[in-house]
């Protein structure tokens, strides 16, 4: 800033409208990971881009969150008692929506990148490659924490506010914001790594798409097939190692909610009470299904060649 | 600019092996500052030591040190105080170019409100007036080359990595390119290590040069040194320039024929004996009856290099 006196107005009359030296401060490291999450972010809902990507982010939150608007709108109509979704089957609810989301946003975040070659012009700056992952999974996690967050803390308080007794019904029920917190943070946390691990295998689009699609969406339509032609061993086997499964067994366990109905050929969570599984498990599998995916993408950010 | 005792570049035994090739064979080498030529064939390795001095890629074995920082250890230091300018295509073509440089301008630590004023200023620096508000999508090569600059030099390196910057351009692009370069490097202090495979670029716009072939370090020098006055009089005439050189001959003088071109040779590079045997030429073709076309000192190019040590690069036009 210091030098603009010296900022020649002789020389090549054309061009040197200002350039000037630069020997402000230099924020570093942390601030260039946080600049990427923050242009990743703004990216996956459209912000800065065309119309088409704002409508697909925005469409998507908005029909992730219909349950949720319904919740509070009967329950403001019907008063107390009136439970349209109950928290531990929003997800179950909203899955597709939430994967259809998953399946667009990854390959845009890792996908452009790739596509358009610019991975030079990130890793010649002072970060390091697995700084980028970093930031692009803090971004689409984020992203998704509209689509599972928020919709449950709107019901929370849609529930609280039809209450006959607000602050009775606070407290019988305050623990749920952690249980929101905890099991909202697990299933973007597993959504968003397995979802760019899967999308940074190829840079074709419509490749990335059908395949996070198939890994988060058929993968639960296929177990659930085999599960009902399983025992209860195997069908364990198979929903553990299924990523929609984890994610809504873990929802489950962590609402308490796991039915006492075991059924193999009924509904998600029948068929995880017919797997007899302490709850724990399930939480284990969603971490471990996160770490094997961290695993591959980041070996596939330090092999890349540029 | 910095002065000090410490090169810009240092490589002692760099060397970069991959599966199939060696990029690299043992490159020991000191770079000075100011504006540099990495010259050398396609495949020579150019590309490779750019990355590996950014810190891209690991070298096999050896060391290299950018601005004094290690590149194998602190490559983060180096890419904080550096710029690059990849040689293909890098940019998205759903942003604009003020939207990308900005982007960029942060990730390499300036503050959001500096980075926006940079952005602007060195959009226009490198000329892109209006078109940097528009997607880079439609852009021409020079316009996306003019991008890629920019984004190398929006947080005010101490050195630039250009990568065949004038790739893909046309002639006029190539000279406006060429001046960018030449005034970034003399203006503002930045050292600037540049890529080509088109010696009179080199000869332009650097001050020195480095030579690589096949991975080894052929030649490293001030680009003066190797374009500076030759000891040899060019002489044209209008006809039968073999009687011209077999008087030279008689003269104990060497000379030869070259296309129209009678190159004579001086005994030494001095003033005096350069005006001794401009009188004897022109004493001889008058002599002769020749009419004379042109006598003058020739100067060296860098294309003598190849033309002395190297018979593959002769007949090669312009490129090494």
């Known amino acids: 800033m210091a030098n603009l006196d010296q900022a020649p107005q002789s020389r090549g009359v054309v061009y040197d409208l200002g350039y000037r030296n630069y020997d402000g401060p230099r924020l570093g ?278 | 600019m910095n002065t000090g005792a410490q090169p810009l570049v240092r490589l002692s035994s760099l060397t970069k092996q991959y599966p199939e090739v060696a990029a690299l064979r043992g490159l020991t080498l000191e770079v000075p500052h100011g504006v540099v030529g990495l010259v050398g064939p396609n495949g020579a390795g150019k590309s490779t030591l750019m990355k590996i001095l950014l810190g891209l890629v690991e070298p096999t074995s050896g060391t290299a040190e950018v601005l004094g920082f290690d590149a194998k250890t602190e490559g983060l230091r180096i890419r904080e105080r550096v710029g690059y300018m990849p040689e293909h295509d890098c940019l998205p073509t759903d942003l604009s170019a003020t939207q990308f440089v900005i982007h960029l301008a942060r990730m390499s630590g300036l503050p959001a409100t500096v980075a926006r004023e940079r952005a602007a200023e060195t959009l226009r620096h490198v000329g892109l007036f209006e078109e940097r508000y528009r997607h880079i999508g439609g852009y021409s090569t020079g316009m996306k080359q003019r991008v890629k600059l920019a984004q190398a030099l929006v947080h005010d390196p101490k050195l630039l990595f250009l990568d065949e910057p004038t790739n893909g351009l046309d002639p006029d692009g190539r000279d406006d390119m060429l001046g960018l370069i030449e005034r970034t490097g003399t203006d503002f202090g930045i050292s600037v290590i540049m890529s080509s495979h088109l010696l009179g670029e080199i000869e332009s716009v650097c001050d020195s040069l480095v030579l690589i072939e096949e991975g080894k370090l052929t030649r490293v020098g001030a680009v003066a040194q190797f374009t500076g006055l030759g000891n040899v009089l060019a002489v044209e005439v209008g006809r039968d320039p073999e009687l011209l050189v077999s008087r030279m001959i008689a003269h104990d003088v060497n000379a030869r024929v070259d296309g129209r071109i009678i190159e004579v040779e001086m005994p030494d590079e001095s003033a005096t004996a350069e005006a001794a045997l401009m009188r004897l030429v022109v004493d001889s073709v008058v002599d002769l009856g020749l009419p004379l076309v042109r006598v003058a000192r020739q100067r060296h190019t860098l294309r003598d290099m190849f033309r002395n040590d190297d018979p593959r690069a002769s007949g090669n036009e312009e490129a090494v």
């Open chain 1, 29 to 306: 490291r942390r601030y260039a990971i946080r600049s990427l999450y923050v242009l990743s972010l703004r990216n996956t809902f459209g912000l800065g881009r065309g119309t088409l990507p704002k409508v697909l982010a925005f469409g998507l939150a908005l029909v992730a969150l219909l349950p949720a608007i319904f919740t509070v709108a009967f329950g403001a109509v019907a008063g107390e008692g009136f439970e349209f979704v109950e928290h531990h089957e929003y997800f179950g609810l909203i899955q597709i929506v939430i994967v259809l989301f998953v399946a667009a946003m990854a390959s845009d975040l890792v996908g452009n990148d790739r596509k358009n070659n610019t991975l030079p012009l990130y890793f010649s700056r002072p970060i390091e490659r697995d700084d980028y992952l970093l930031a692009k999974i803090a971004a689409l996690a984020t992203a998704l924490m509209s689509l599972t967050l928020l919709p449950q803390l709107l019901v929370f308080v849609g529930n609280w506010l039809g209450a006959t007794d607000g602050s009775g019904w606070l407290g019988d029920n305050i623990s749920d914001v952690w249980r929101i917190g905890a099991s909202s943070t697990l299933a973007s946390v597993q959504l968003a790594v397995i979802g760019l691990a899967i999308a940074m295998f190829t840079t074709r689009r419509a490749f990335a798409l059908t395949s996070v699609l198939a890994a988060l969406w058929f993968s639960v339509v296929f177990t659930g097939g085999l599960v009902a032609v399983l025992g209860p061993g195997w069908a364990a086997v198979a929903m553990l190692a299924t990523p929609g499964y984890a994610m809504n067994a873990a929802t489950y366990v962590i609402f308490d909610a796991v039915p006492a109905r075991a059924d193999r050929m009924g509904e998600m969570a029948d068929q995880v009470a017919y797997a007899d599984l302490p709850g724990w498990t399930w939480i284990v599998a969603l971490v471990a299904q996160t770490a094997v995916a961290l695993f591959f993408a980041i070996r596939r950010y330090r092999k890349v060649t540029l």
